[in-house]
């Protein structure tokens, strides 16, 4: 898929008609908004998700559609961010798509345990 400027939107591999293999988005400035990995046309492996500016955002691991695993969100990375540039902002534990356990890091690096209503509010 493309943009209507031209620029490439999607790339994703096919096998006997699903998503299959690495599949990558792009901003519309060409810059990579996410690899992801799928199998039998679900999610399946690794993923990551970038920035607008091309730093890291998130990067986990899912299993047939579902979070499993670690996730783990980066603070932006910018200039106008005067902190913890790129640097780990939360660390949220999956099994089958739910969040167990979560941890949050502040603009000082201090760390905190999520309760479950803060994981609830964040979408987890």
Avoid: W
Avoid at 13 to 29: F, P
Avoid at 43 to 69: A, F, L, T
């Amino acid at each position: 898929m493309y943009y209507v400027n031209g620029n490439i939107q999607r790339e994703v591999l096919y096998k006997n008609g699903q998503l299959h293999g690495i599949a990558k988005t792009y901003y519309e400035n060409k810059i990579l908004r996410s690899i992801t990995t799928f199998k039998n046309n679900m999610s399946n492996g690794p993923y990551s998700h970038y920035y607008q500016n091309g730093c890291i955002m998130s990067v986990g691991e899912s299993i047939n559609n579902k979070m499993s695993g670690e996730l783990t969100i980066y603070y932006p990375c910018s200039k106008k961010t005067p902190y913890n540039h790129g640097e780990i902002q939360y660390k949220i534990n999956f099994k089958n798509g739910k969040a167990l356990s979560g941890v949050s890091f502040d603009k000082n690096r201090n760390k905190s345990i999520m309760t479950h209503a803060h994981l609830n509010v964040m979408g987890f």
